[in-house]
């Protein structure tokens, strides 16, 4: 086993904190460390005794224990040489290092005014330890991952299925104005977007599957799989389904059309359709050749209408601008936190057992890309319980 099997046995693929500390240290103060840190960063908390590996070099082990972790804990109050030593690597290797001390133990003259915590396992003091080691904390905190997170990485995020297929501009499109790929682009934002917060929570080892929409099987969606809709109907045949199962029949009614008179043509244009709650909503059908420098995009979340342990993530919009905009929405930390404060008083982004919806607008930049800086959320709303298929 090596040691990327090793961690992920330790921390269920999550990032860590490293606690180094006696193993004389009470175990019930180890696991009061553990949930506070936990509960004040989101990080999993371990010690080297957690990551199983007999027969390993156990210089190497700490060394990539350190190495891997977001920031470490060292509890020096028991003068050995090893955490001494560890605590010297995890400097050297510019870890942030929070040092704990027992009161009336003796500060090593080498850390000789370092910051430390002092604690004392009775219950007043210990309140008074808990408190200032949240301070602490609070630096380590990752408030936009916080926020990626809970808008995009399910409860139980494996297996998950990311299902998207780019439409490349055809030779004759109808909109000329798609720009010349310098940069990431339109769906592939939603590709690059999802996997770089699935990466940033759990590492290397938890990545959804990616498939091309065009090519999967009409019952991948009913498997038992958190899926990731990223295209409107004109691209993805999975989204209008989807989509119309998650609203159940009620308002906004969100969906997707053809725009009028270009039902059957090769490469229609299309547009987004929904009630918001100043009235009814549609976007405009651009005239054909016309260069396309803004649209509205459209974020659902909502459980999974056959596994509703499992969550559903659909990113679209008419055109690839708008589908661009909802997939900045869905990973960007500062217009997650926008949806947020839309969903004020109806949900937040903890709820699980309700599908949210959010309508962003996108524009372009000089260079004919999209920038999160040029994406505004209009709108975001609750949809009812979602029914099963078959219902």
């Known amino acids: 086993m090596d040691f990327r099997e090793m961690i992920t046995h330790a921390t269920g693929g999550r990032r860590y904190c490293l606690v180094l500390m006696s193993f004389q240290t009470s175990f019930a103060f180890y696991e009061r460390v553990k949930r506070i840190v936990g509960e004040q960063t989101g990080f999993e908390c371990i010690r080297a005794d957690d990551i199983p590996g007999g027969g390993m070099d156990l210089r190497k082990k700490i060394h990539d224990a350190v190495d891997n972790s977001v920031f470490v804990i060292a509890d020096i109050s028991e003068p050995r040489p090893n955490i001494f030593y ?15 001390l027992r009161e009336g133990s ?10 430390y915590v002092p604690y004392q396992e009775s ?23 916080s926020l990626r997170r809970t808008m995009v990485v399910p409860p139980d995020p494996q297996p998950s299925i990311i299902l998207v297929n780019p439409k490349m501009p055809l030779p004759d499109s109808r909109f000329r104005g798609h720009p010349a790929e310098r940069r990431t682009y339109g769906d592939y934002l939603g590709v690059m977007g999802v996997t770089g917060v699935f990466a940033t929570v759990y590492g290397e080892y938890c990545i959804p599957d990616l498939l091309t929409a065009s090519q999967a099987s009409d019952g991948i969606v009913s498997e038992d799989a958190n899926l990731f809709l990223i295209g409107s109907p004109k691209v993805n045949a999975f989204t209008a389904g989807m989509l119309e199962r998650i609203q159940n029949g009620q308002d906004p009614r969100w969906h997707f059309e053809a725009c ?19 009235g009814g909503f549609l976007t405009p059908c651009p005239k054909p ?8 995009g459209l974020l659902v979340r909502g459980p999974h209408p056959q596994h509703p342990k499992r969550q559903v993530l659909i990113l679209a919009g008419p055109r690839s601008i708008g589908t661009g905009a909802a997939c900045l929405a869905a990973t960007r930390s500062e217009l997650v936190s926008e949806i947020a404060k839309k969903l004020h008083g109806l949900a937040d982004l903890t709820t699980r057992d309700r599908a949210i919806w959010a309508l962003v607008h996108g524009k372009t930049s000089e260079d004919g890309h999209l920038d999160a800086a040029n994406v ?5 709303g609750v949809f009812p319980l979602p029914r099963t298929f078959g219902s």
């Open 260 to 278: 009028p008179g270009e039902e059957k043509t090769q490469d229609a244009g299309y547009r987004l359709c929904g009630a918001l709650r100043t």
């Open 86 to 100: 560890e605590v010297g690597y995890a400097v050297a290797r510019q870890k942030p290092v929070l040092l704990l």
């Open 376 to 380: 505004t959320v209009q709108d975001a």
């Open 123 to 145: 219950r007043e003091r210990m309140l008074i330890f808990e408190a200032a080691l949240r301070q602490q904390l609070a630096q380590h905190k990752d408030a936009g991952l």
């Open 106 to 115: 003796q500060v090593p003259s080498d850390l000789s005014g370092t910051e």
């Open 289 to 296: 050749g016309a260069e396309v420098t803004e649209d509205w």
